[in-house]
């Protein structure tokens, strides 16, 4: 930086050996500038909305009180085809969303023995789905949904879409792999019973 | 007299009521942005900072240009993640998946990978997810030992059937998304 000017003030850089170890030093020091800048973009940028959002569900959570959610797993516990929905679709979502991850699993207290690794398959499957638009579910992993999110807030497009597309295709997912997961439960099942 | 009093007492305790539980909903949230979300936070932007100054964001992009912009790239990602010896081992924390996400996002905003690529490699990257927490997570649900011993397997060996085609459906959900025409 020239601060009197007029005058012959410029420094030189700094050559030879020193030069080299000098211009290693800053190099080293950008690569956390960068990081800096990215961190400092998140805290200023999405953390504030994600604080009043998490405070505003918390909250909601609370006064409707989590328990209510109990009566559907006693329901979605019979057989029958249009119970299908409900255990890998209904049960799942509100379990992550009203318990959140992990203590959304403990559903699966409700179901039969035959139904529970399907459950907990469609349940897990969600607790990232979910996190595009309600990030209170599993606030430790927001990085899944938020670091492909980050490629597309850098290209200026809405994320509205991406969020409620992930959240409708992973329902369709978690629907999917409950029924796979049964029928592969109930083969191992049966074998290990002919077995025994 | 009596009356009125206890109409205060109730209005009283309700509104201390959902006061209090909207403060401590605050207390929460921000207990976990503290031990959980900042932490994380600082942990990516030390990546992407170093994706960006360095030389390896050409690297990565290279190496993932490939996979992550073709439907069948996407599928052989999956199909990796989903092979039932990795997947316990790439699920913890989903750590794996975050940072994989997080290295996607950049070459995305760097025009490496199309825009409408980040569906379905949402899922391409995770169909891992909870495979390391399987035991656990069926214990939360209070299920018999025997139900452990047959849902581990069950658990794995579906997620090499549904992992690849979670992929195809975001595929399919994708058309239009992110797309000029």
């Known amino acids: 930086m020239k601060l009197m000017i007029g005058l012959e003030t ?13 211009d290693g030093a800053e190099y080293f020091i950008s690569i956390f500038q960068e990081g800096g800048a990215v961190l400092l973009s998140l ?4 953390l504030p909305t994600l604080i009043v959002l998490l405070t505003a569900v918390n909250a909601l959570v609370r006064l409707i009180g989590p328990e209510k959610i109990e009566n559907l797993g006693v329901k979605a516990s019979q057989p029958g085809l249009q119970w299908y929905p409900v255990r890998y679709m209904v049960l799942p979502l509100l379990a992550v969303f009203f318990l959140t991850n992990p203590m959304a699993y ?5 179901l039969p023995e035959k139904y529970k690794p399907a459950f907990y398959d469609s349940a897990v499957s969600y607790v990232h789905p979910i996190t595009g638009i309600f990030p209170h579910a599993n606030p430790g992993e927001l990085f899944v949904y938020l670091g492909i999110a980050a490629g597309i807030q850098t290209l200026g497009y809405g994320l509205g879409d991406l969020a409620l597309r992930y ?7 978690i629907f999917i792999r409950g029924i796979v997961t049964e029928l592969i439960t109930a083969r191992m099942m049966a074998r290990k019973g002919a077995a025994a | 007299m009596s009356g009125i009093n206890a109409i205060l ?3 009283g305790r309700s509104v201390g009521g959902v006061v209090g539980t909207l403060y401590q909903a605050g207390r929460e949230t921000v207990d976990t942005t503290i031990r959980n979300i900042i932490p994380f936070m600082a942990f990516i932007s030390f990546i992407i900072g170093l994706v960006l100054t360095t030389g390896i964001g050409d690297w990565i992009a290279n190496g993932i240009k490939g996979l992550a912009s073709s439907l069948v790239g996407l599928l052989i990602v999956s199909v990796v993640c989903a092979i039932p010896i990795l997947s316990p081992l790439l699920g913890p924390g989903a750590v794996i998946a975050q940072i994989v996400g997080t290295l996607l996002g950049v070459e995305i905003g760097r025009g490496t990978i199309p825009a409408q690529y980040s569906l379905p490699a949402l899922f ?4 891992q997810v ?3 927490f399987i035991p656990v997570g069926l214990a939360l649900g209070e299920a018999e030992p025997e139900t452990v011993e047959v849902g581990v397997p069950a658990v794995l060996f579906s997620r090499l059937i549904t992992g690849p085609l979670s992929v195809v459906i975001a595929y399919f959900a994708s058309f239009g998304l992110y797309s000029s025409n």
């Open chain 1, 10 to 22: 410029t420094v030189g850089d700094p050559t030879g050996a020193w030069g080299a170890l000098a």
């Open chain 1, 43 to 46: 805290m200023g940028g999405i």
């Open chain 1, 106 to 110: 403990t559903m699966g207290r409700f």
């Open chain 1, 167 to 173: 959240l409708l295709v992973g329902l369709v997912v």
């Open chain 2, 9 to 11: 007492v109730k209005v």
């Open chain 2, 124 to 127: 391409a990257i995770n169909p």
């Open chain 2, 130 to 132: 909870g495979c390391d």
